[in-house]
């Protein structure tokens, strides 16, 4: 059940967007585009409800409600950054706005950029850490949660993997190649 709601929240996460950025460009529907956009968070919620009222009504946690959480702190933590992405391409493609500016490619502007991402990284693993540990706690058995336990290694092996970027642009910033 918990893994048709992550399928439903992810596909409603991106009706609201394109539905608020569609609002807010094509049909120039300011208000009604802002209150579409409002409404992506709260597909997060209605996941984070389900899923406890799951764990709460004695379903022994598995994969999906890890998933559940992960799911949960990637929207938290990269959530705003993806709308913002999203709505300059928008605003270019269909509003005449400036052309969306794109990531620094070399030296140490790139280092930084790499950092914020991890620190976006870090915020999804917190959340996403702090709501495992939340299923973990509101259970109360050992036995029922041991799948929500192999989520918080697993994401803590993907956040160590992701922390090798920054530190190697930091280490050895890229060049423009000469020619």
Not at 79 to 107: C, E, N, V
Not at 112 to 140: Q, T
């Amino acid at each position: 059940m918990i893994l048709a709601i992550i399928a439903a929240c992810e596909i409603g996460f991106w009706i609201f967007l394109v539905a608020g950025l569609a609002a807010r460009y094509l049909l120039r529907w300011r208000r009604t585009g802002a209150a579409l956009l409002v409404c992506v968070p709260l597909v997060d919620v209605v996941l984070l409800a389900a899923t406890v009222i799951d764990l709460r009504g004695g379903a022994t946690a598995d994969v999906t409600h890890g998933l559940a959480a992960a799911y949960i702190g990637f929207s938290v933590a990269f959530g705003h950054s993806l709308i913002r992405w999203t709505d300059a391409r928008f605003a270019h493609r269909f509003a005449d706005g400036p052309p969306p500016s794109k990531p620094p490619r070399y030296g140490m502007a790139r280092a930084r950029h790499e950092w914020r991402e991890f620190g976006k990284a870090l915020v999804a693993w917190a959340v996403s850490c702090l709501l495992l540990l939340g299923g973990i706690a509101l259970v109360g058995d050992a036995d029922r949660t041991e799948a929500l336990s192999g989520w918080i290694a697993r994401l803590s092996f993907v956040l160590a993997i992701w922390s090798l970027w920054p530190i190697t642009y930091t280490l050895w910033p890229a060049r423009p190649k000469r020619g």
